[in-house]
């Protein structure tokens, strides 16, 4: 089955750098695009970055664009979240998401359990 298991998460001060890291297995990777999303407390989950299937194409919320960079490395089927510039409302748990379509134009959602990420001095 689906499985998407994120890592890289952690405590990081204000202007410094992460990577997360997210391993799919369970569906062929090279076919589908892949997201990440955030999710910070009393708020609702956000997109934050997706890429194409082919990794030629990428998109990003405006809070991000210019300091996160999304990859995906197709042989070890892993999508990759590099954050730079940090800032306190990064501060969120962030999750992996592919979505495939079903039969009738419908999609399911697949998620990892996420991995948090906290920018604080």
């Known amino acids: 089955q689906v499985q998407l298991v994120e890592s890289g998460g952690g405590l990081v001060q204000p202007g410094g750098s992460l990577r997360l890291s997210c391993a799919a297995s369970?569906?062929?990777?090279?076919?589908?695009?892949m997201r990440w999303y955030r999710q910070a407390p009393g708020k609702e989950r956000e997109l934050v970055a997706g890429?194409?299937?082919?990794?030629?194409?990428?998109n990003y919320a405006d809070s991000v664009k210019g300091r996160f960079i999304i990859s995906r490395d197709k042989p070890n089927n892993t999508v990759y979240l590099q954050m730079n510039s940090l800032k306190p409302e990064d501060t969120a748990m962030y999750y992996c998401?592919?979505?495939?379509?079903?039969?009738?134009?419908?999609?399911?959602?697949?998620w990892g359990q996420g991995t948090q990420v906290t920018v604080s001095s």
């Open positions: 998401n592919v979505q495939r379509p079903l039969v009738g134009g419908t999609a399911m959602d697949y």
């Open positions: 369970g569906f062929t990777f090279s076919n589908y695009a």
């Open positions: 890429i194409w299937s082919g990794g030629e194409w990428t």
